[in-house]
């Protein structure tokens, strides 16, 4: 399945929790790991030698980490120091690797001091070509030394869209390394009234349209839950109901016990008003369980 996996790293050890995960996929996968820190110029704090030291630190922090990890992954773990803007740094990396996924924390800090796991893992997504795994650890200072955590439940957001499907077989098949269940869901906005709340028979009209809208998911579900089962998967389906579609998703992961969501990055075709857009945002910010984000070549078409 993988071959070539990037993790990004900052230093710290916030960002090195994204590392057990990385490393028990390549173990699963025999899959290469490389490792990469970016330094990006910081001219008004810059000394002469500052890139060197920088650039000397950074590899001796990279090797410590290598020596660290030994004997850990699946297959052969390299790493590099890069100079430049660190989002077109790892775009670059992960083009020039043949990189196939990408696993980094959502946020942490660097030894310059400088917070950069967040924005860079925000501005990495909304050009990456591959698909990304986020991690969400807890806010501490020691890093998280071994992945013990099964994915026994893996929820997949659909939202009607060709775009939100594309995510279904690169989830399936991460889901196969852990001999995880799915569960597919979808969430269904409240409808807007379409006459005055003080008419007759309005309230009634709008339960009618958000009963035949749950019908309508309901079907949509099953028959991709049919397609997957057919392929011996384990399947389940639910449809809730929320005014904002990221805080439903969050929602329905703690409600099914989802060990991890994957979803499409965003999606514009469907009933109403496709959910994968601002709703990838949203999960991505709230929930806190790993996140895999996937973005297919027709996303941009």
């Not at 993790?7 to 057990?20: K, M, N, Y």
């Not at 805080?247 to 496709?274: F, N, P, W, Y």
């Amino acid at each position: 399945m993988y071959k070539q996996i990037l993790v990004s790293l900052d230093g710290s050890a916030f960002a090195e929790s994204a590392l057990p995960l990385a490393l028990e996929i390549s173990r699963r996968t025999g899959a290469s790991v490389h490792i990469v820190t970016v330094l990006e110029p910081v001219t008004s704090f810059a000394y002469e030698g500052w890139e060197g030291a920088a650039v000397e630190w950074s590899n001796q922090y990279l090797e410590d980490v290598l020596s660290r990890i030994e004997g850990r992954a699946g297959g052969e773990v390299t790493h590099a120091v890069l100079s430049g803007h660190t989002v077109e740094m790892l775009q670059g990396e992960c083009e020039s690797r043949n990189a196939d996924l990408v696993v980094m924390a959502s946020h942490g800090r660097g030894a310059m001091s400088r917070v950069w796991l967040g924005s860079v893992a925000d501005g990495f997504l909304r050009q990456a070509t591959v698909p990304v795994l986020l991690v969400r650890p807890d806010e501490k200072d020691e890093p998280v030394q071994n992945f013990d955590h099964t994915f026994n439940t893996l929820m997949i957001p659909l939202d009607g869209s060709e775009l939100s499907e594309d995510a279904l077989d690169h989830a399936t098949e991460f889901g196969e390394l852990f001999d995880s269940a799915y569960h597919l869901t979808r969430i269904v906005s409240y409808p807007v009234d379409i006459a005055s709340p003080y008419l007759p028979h309005t309230a009634q009209l709008n339960q009618q349209i958000m009963e035949d809208a749950k019908k309508g998911a309901a079907e949509y579900l099953e028959a991709h839950a049919e397609n997957m089962r057919r392929r011996g998967l384990r399947v389940t389906t639910s449809v809730a109901v929320d005014a904002q579609a990221g805080h439903g998703l969050i929602s329905e992961a703690e409600a099914v016990g989802a060990d991890m969501v994957a979803m499409a990055t965003h999606g514009r075709k469907g009933l109403s008003r496709a959910i994968l857009g601002s709703a990838a945002d949203k999960v991505l910010r709230g929930i806190h369980i790993p996140l895999l984000l996937h973005r297919s070549a027709s996303a941009d078409d």
